[in-house]
């Protein structure tokens, strides 16, 4: 998993760890179930199970791979609509490319962030470049939505392309665990990620037998995604493993150790720490959109079929550029 790491994780910024402050308890763990997305790459369902307001503000997170692709395997998304909220991608393994039909797009790979603010409509398509499906390889990362409040459900799309080298890399306070802030702030430091919505979004990669104790705003929600590794969180040292997600209550720190023997691929564990201000609206959700009332949901899709969200952009010669819904993502 390299994503982006330092060779003396010493030399880096520390956290300062908490004093006495309120330690978050785990409220519930899960596990991700598997299926598949766009023409049939494979995930696991990152917030299965868990209810939205305890999500506030994200709505969806899938965890693309870990897989190693054959020769001509690596697949992607057609071009599909979006509206109501952010897209956020990063990439740990291999290579993705993206274009939407507002102008942005690129390539990203290990520890690059493309984040997509669909606002008020976009349309777009995620694939592997042509030289990974003619090589195979290691594909990793994951997408979350964040969700946009009402009065910016409608806001102009932006994109955002953030290299592996903006992420502010930080320091537990005993040099036990790397920290990578995308976006947000954690202990002052902050990422490079721009986002309507107040959010913090950090991977750790924890070394084995390492526990890190970190602050964390009292009005954000906290989640913790294991992507790779075994450990436990909170203060009861609640067992975790990879492709389980740890929902977190009320208080103003948060706690993760890291099993002294890693069975998995990898030697650490890794989780994704994410949290925001929760906007506590009505969320009215179907494939692409992301909306407060059904009748938005419904105005959305008369949209996107009368061309109102955008066009696709003139294909290469010899490229076949297919239109349609995104296939999957049924929220609610």
Known sequence: MPA?????????????????????????????????????????????????????????????GEVDYAPGEPKGTPWHPHRGFETVTYMIDGVFRHQDSNGGGGLITNGDTQWMTAGGGILHIEEPPEELVASGGLFHGFQLWVNLP??????QPRYQDIRAGQVALLSSADGGALLRVIAGELDGHAGPGVT????????????????????????????????????????????????QLAVFGPGEAITIAADRRQDGPGPSLDILL???????EPVAAYGPFVMNT?????????????GRLGTIPAKPAGETLPAGPHPGHDVL
């Not at 009402?150 to 806001?155: H, S």
């Not at 994410?274 to 506590?280: A, D, K, N, S, V």
């Not at 059904?294 to 009368?306: G, I, N, P, W």
């Open 4 to 64: 982006v790491t330092v060779e003396n994780i010493l030399v880096l910024p520390r956290v300062t760890e908490p004093g006495p402050a309120a330690e978050r308890p785990v409220l519930k763990v899960t596990t991700a179930p598997s299926g598949y997305e766009g023409e049939g790459f494979p995930v696991r369902r990152a917030f299965a199970g868990v209810d939205l307001s305890q999500l506030d503000p994200f709505v969806h997170m899938d965890q693309m």
């Open 150 to 155: 009402a009065r910016l459900k409608m806001t």
């Open 196 to 243: 309507h919505t107040p959010i913090t979004l950090v991977h750790a990669t924890v070394s084995p037998g390492a526990q890190v104790r970190l602050p964390w705003r009292r009005d954000f929600s906290a989640l913790g995604y294991v992507l790779a590794g075994a450990g436990s969180v909170g203060a009861a040292h609640q067992p975790v493993r990879t492709g």
């Open 274 to 280: 994410l949290g925001g201000q929760p906007i506590r």
């Open 294 to 306: 059904r009748a938005e949901l419904v105005q959305a899709f008369e949209d996107f079929q009368a």
